[in-house]
């Protein structure tokens, strides 16, 4: 029976894979520019920031948790950054406002790990008072880019030989994040909690650090996704990026990932992401209402997921 | 009577079950004994409705009878007590008895409904505090309660999946009389169990199965353990119980006291030394599953105290206890002993990462591989890889990995909890081959079991517990069911 139970779940990794493939063929033929330079480097320049999102959320969702907060983050940072522009250097500003995404994982790890309350509860009042925080900086108000920070428009909208900065910075991230889950015991760990948190507590394991920690890293990948996403537009808007961690659930659960913790891949979530922006895309490209659009995107959400399970 | 006719099961390639025959007669009990992976649970799921079988015939009465779904089963008066119960927790004890009856009126009489439960249960020989939420309760209640909620309805036959193996030795009387209480009810059991002398005791007849076949059915005359497990395993072997082979070094001595458990009047303590396998016995709920969680630090405790050789140590925490070299198996090996989702090789590792990384964490997963790879050859563990999950595995190599692991940690001082529960025959016996060599290599083993059997045949010692507090020592040259028995009742 045992080993019934195992090659499916070999072919299942490949299931996304496959979703993708899919999307890329539908989109090259169902519209005229998909494969243009200008549309693909676009599209990966889209991508990028929910990609980071989508990687520290699935960290988080191995553990058996979530984060609600990650779109509240989005904004609140970007307008962070944009005023702190005017006060300080731009590696400064860029540093504190990572730190201060990072400190807010930190609060929710600290309830979620050292309190006990459920992540959800948890993120979903951060995810309140971070929008709050947001708007309260930035009087409601978007702000642009001071004049010394102009260096984040390169982390935006910049290349190197052709390739989009962002994505460089999202494919650095991925690798580290790879290999931190593939060869080091972290990645172990987190599994492992997702599984049986009891069981790993009960073999000498410190779960309340590794839980601590993944939402501490969900939120500074979410702080990097900010910036890229001022990056684009050179401005700090306090009302972006509602509904963004559906985004980032949306693009784990396609990966495969399971919501209960314990199963879920780092390359598989980050194809999840692409073919949820190759939907938005090719709709734009079509010139379908965005109405419509939201509509289309939860059938083809729950489409691939059922597809994963067969 | 109930007949099963040619019942044949596949799980894709693999032949589960293959033309099984059995049948069962009112107010008869009819064990079915095998190994584990034997097709035990495949059949009673068959019969009960849970799956489908591919060919055969359920006859009742001489009708035959579609089972495709639990609801028919349940109509047609079969009804199965898993090991797992299916109570509903926050509910209370005669609210989950007449589950299946609750939505039929839209009004609640509770003081009928309370009435009716405490009748029902007290017809089974039983007290129980029906108004109590079944979360509430000792295991033991619960499994009253389930049996009580089975005859709420027109019951022909209860499938029992070993239920004795989550009851102490009291307990155990207790169902015995519930099990006489419903063949006077002229209703048929069948009755799973890994445990011989159990079945030899209230059984009519036996049915083996292995390998997914009936391999035999025989009435309980002139039968004994040897008979039987010669059925089991096609072949004669040696006694399950063992005797310790070699002689144990004696030297580092373990020390726990001033534990309060919840059940007690006062403060506990025992002292163990290395070599050796100390053994605590005593009923479900004395203690002894939560004094061993206490020493571990799984469940904090004030006022306790803890040493090695005299030197005190701290163990508020497992991570601290497994510092210095403190190993659990944990009761439920399910929820709290296996990482079921993940790999041999990572429920293995966890223990101790020291040996298989370099700084910062890295796996160097060679090392690891051969490490991974000598331990399961040593503990000869059955598995396809060393990467398969663990819920691949039957509940014998389950409890090897849970072992290998403490192994692996290099712990010198082990608390077991229920060495062999729902483990069969002949991973038994390696398991406690187990035990006596690393008891031989000067480990402390601290094991505790509901089984009086397995206890005084691999321990030097047995304290017993009562009431969270202990009743008595008995020394190996002393041990007596009887004797350990009446130390734990009165």
Known sequence: ?310 | MIELKNISKSYGGVRALSEVNLSIEYGKIHALLGENGAGKSTLMKVLSGAIKKDGGAIVIDGREKEMDSPKTAREEGIGIIYQEFSLVPELTASENIFFNQLGKSFWLDWKGLHKRAAALVESLGFKLDVKKKVCHLSVAEQQIVEIAKALTSDIKLIIFDEPSDVLGAHEVSILYKVLEELKRKNIAIIYISHHLQEILQISDSITILRDGKSVATVENKNLDNDKLIALMLGKELQHIYRERPGVPARGAVFEVSGIQLPMGDSAVGLTARSGEILGIAGLVGSGRTELLRAIFGADTAKRKKVSINEQQIKTNAPAISVAYGIGMVPEDRKKEGGILGQSIRDNISITNYGLITSGFGFIKKKIEDEHIAALVDRLKIKCASIDAPVSSLSGGNQQKVILAKWINSGAEILLIDEPTRGVDVGARSQIYDILFELANKGKTLIVVSSDLEELMSICDRILVMKKGGFRGEVTKDAFSEEKLLRLAIE
């Not at chain 1, 169902?30 to 920031?49: C, H, K, M, Y």
């Not at chain 1, 190759?278 to 109405?291: C, E, P, R």
């Open chain 1, 1 to 310: 029976m045992m080993r019934i139970k195992t090659i499916p779940g070999k072919f299942y990794q490949y299931n996304t894979v496959i979703i993708f493939i899919l999307m890329l063929i539908v989109s090259g033929a169902i519209t005229e520019n998909f494969f243009s330079v200008n549309n693909i480097s676009n599209l990966i320049r889209q991508s990028a920031p929910i990609g980071l999102i989508s990687m520290g959320m699935l960290l988080v969702i191995l553990t058996g948790g979530i984060d609600l907060s990650v779109g509240s983050v989005v904004a609140m940072i970007g307008v962070a950054f944009s005023m702190l522009s005017y006060e300080v250097y731009f590696p400064v500003a860029f540093g504190l406002s990572l730190l201060t995404g990072l400190a807010i994982g930190a609060v929710s790890g600290y309830l979620v790990a050292y309190r006990k309350i459920a992540s959800f509860i948890v993120t979903l009042a951060m995810m309140s008072m971070v929008r709050g925080a947001g708007y309260l900086l930035s009087k409601g108000a978007p702000i642009s880019v001071g004049p010394h920070s102009s260096g984040i428009l390169v982390l935006g909208s910049g290349s190197v030989w052709g390739i989009p900065v962002s994505a460089i910075i999202l494919l650095i991230v991925f690798t580290v994040l790879y290999i931190l889950l593939k060869y080091n015991i972290f990645g172990r760990v987190v599994l492992a909690i997702g599984s049986n948190e009891e069981a790993v507590r009960l073999s000498g394991i410190a779960v309340k650090r590794t839980k601590f920690v993944v939402y501490g890293v969900c939120t500074l990948l979410t702080a990097l996704a900010a910036l890229l996403m001022v990056g684009r537009t050179g401005v700090g808007t306090p009302n972006i990026g509602v509904g963004l961690e559906l985004d980032a659930i949306a693009a784990v659960v396609i990966g495969g990932a399971s919501l209960a913790g314990g199963k879920g891949s780092l390359l598989n979530t980050l194809l999840g992401v692409f073919i949820l922006s190759m939907i938005g895309n090719v709709m734009n490209l079509l010139d379908i209402t965005s109405y419509l659009q939201q509509i289309i995107k939860g059938v083809i959400i729950i489409a691939a997921v059922l597809f994963q399970r067969s």
